[in-house]
């Protein structure tokens, strides 16, 4: 979570701008919606720092099906969630918006459980970052905030969870680093794969807001002010796409299916007439 106090005026990129159409207000029990998963014909979301350990089930109108809160869960600041398509929902409470914190971890539950019961006991996947030495690292150093996750499979066929961290330096140097974690519950330290090169133009457009894989192939980032697609070729991440948005707001949720891109954005601060469901086509 984060407040922005005030409003910028983005010039403009050397992008696509795709219509972003409101197809539902969400509901004041969203009012903070940091992450997206998109189920069948359903969605589930979140709400970010200080809010319950809760997972909100709604439809396509915006309207509250289902909810279902997490047993042994804490939402110090829940940012992310990832689904390996089959079983899991992984839920990050990785936000880190001081890099401070020591108490980082994913929680691990049965969708199932969760789209059908009104509790369920959650696994801890819990971290740390090796690379992070101080907390907070100078200001050049700050890299270890993070809003978004995939679980993807690796080289050897094995799926793992991939964190994209936040980036806070100042200067604003647009990388990202990636992280993988076992998807097993225990206590872990971060495997460092690559970097992700974002502009280093400044923190209110290149920021990782989410992520999202669809069909093991497409990887969606999501920033404030744009939206990229990559695939993974010759062992790396190669940008094939850039979205503008078309609108500014706080989005910090994305899901992908076969033919449309879904957002959501938040509105603690107030700022906005409301936050909503957005649908685009790919």
């Known amino acids: 979570m984060y407040k922005f106090w005030i409003l910028s005026v983005f010039f ?26 998109k189920h069948k014909c359903s969605f589930l979301s979140l709400n970010d720092s200080g809010n319950k350990a809760k997972i909100l089930v709604f439809n396509k109108k915006g309207k509250i099906k289902h909810s279902c809160v997490l047993r042994n869960a804490t939402n110090v600041d829940w940012e992310a969630m990832a689904y390996d398509g089959k079983e899991f929902l992984y839920i990050g409470d990785i936000g880190n918006n001081e890099n401070k914190r020591k108490d980082l971890v994913v929680y691990k539950v049965r969708i199932d459980e969760v789209l059908n019961n009104k509790s369920v006991e959650a696994e801890k996947i819990s971290f740390h970052y090796p690379e992070q030495s101080n907390f907070p690292p100078e200001e050049a150093q700050l890299y270890y905030d993070a809003e978004a996750m995939v679980v993807k499979e690796n080289v050897l066929g094995e799926s793992e969870l991939l964190i994209f961290t936040k980036n806070r330096t100042v200067p604003f140097d647009g990388i990202s680093k990636i992280y993988s974690l076992p998807l097993v519950p225990g206590e872990y330290e971060a495997k460092l794969l ?9 923190w209110r457009e290149e920021s990782i807001t989410d992520a999202a894989f669809y069909n093991q192939d497409e990887l969606y980032i999501l920033t404030y002010a744009k939206l990229y697609m990559y695939k993974y070729e010759n062992e790396k991440w190669v940008q094939k796409k850039e979205y503008l948005h078309d609108s500014w707001t706080q989005k910090e949720g994305i899901a992908v299916d076969k033919k449309h891109i879904y957002l959501t954005d938040e509105n603690e601060s107030g700022i906005f007439t409301s936050n909503y469901l957005y649908k685009l086509k790919k």
């Open 12 to 37: 403009l990129f050397a992008c696509t701008s795709h219509s972003q159409n409101k197809i539902a207000s969400l509901p004041p029990a969203l009012v903070e919606s940091s992450a997206l998963i």
């Open 194 to 202: 690559t970097n992700l090169h974002l502009p280093a133009t400044n």
